[in-house]
């Protein structure tokens, strides 16, 4: 090997891991820090774990304001296996679910949608 060659792969090797840390950073921000927070209450449609690859725990939610509306489709994901099993024994009821709106992850691995439903609370029995 030459010394040429050497450096190349010396760099070329400095490079790899200072873009793959720079990944690790922004994921973790990313995921660390929440654009919004907030609630939403309606029905609990549809919770399934789904995915190729990364099988995450997706949910939706329908907001009616008023009865006799159309309802509004409200698409979470879920990271928390415990609050899974809360959604997975609620499903056709009427729940209130927390939420942080994370923006910017950079893969789906971590959920399909930007909402990640961090509680829930049934609101009225049905």
């Known amino acids: 090997?030459?010394?040429?060659?050497?450096?190349?792969s010396i760099a070329l090797i400095i490079f790899l891991l200072a873009g793959g840390l720079f990944v690790a950073a922004y994921t973790w921000m990313a995921l660390s820090f929440s654009y919004s927070e907030g609630e939403r209450a309606g029905?609990?449609?549809?919770?399934?774990?789904?995915?190729?690859?990364?099988?995450?725990?997706?949910?939706?939610?329908?907001?009616?304001?008023?009865?006799?509306?159309?309802p509004e489709k409200f698409q979470f994901s879920v990271r928390d296996e415990a609050?899974?099993?809360q959604l997975q024994a609620a499903a056709g009821k009427h729940i209130v679910v927390t939420y942080s709106q994370h923006k910017g992850v950079p893969t789906d691995c971590f959920g399909?949608?930007?909402?990640?439903?961090?509680?829930?609370?049934?609101?009225?029995?049905?």
């Open 1 to 8: 090997m030459t010394p040429t060659t050497k450096k190349v």
């Open 43 to 70: 029905h609990l449609q549809k919770f399934s774990k789904r995915g190729w690859v990364c099988k995450t725990w997706e949910g939706e939610l329908l907001l009616t304001a008023l009865p006799g509306t159309i």
């Open 83 to 85: 609050v899974a099993r």
């Open 112 to 126: 399909e949608t930007e909402y990640y439903a961090d509680k829930i609370v049934l609101s009225r029995s049905d």
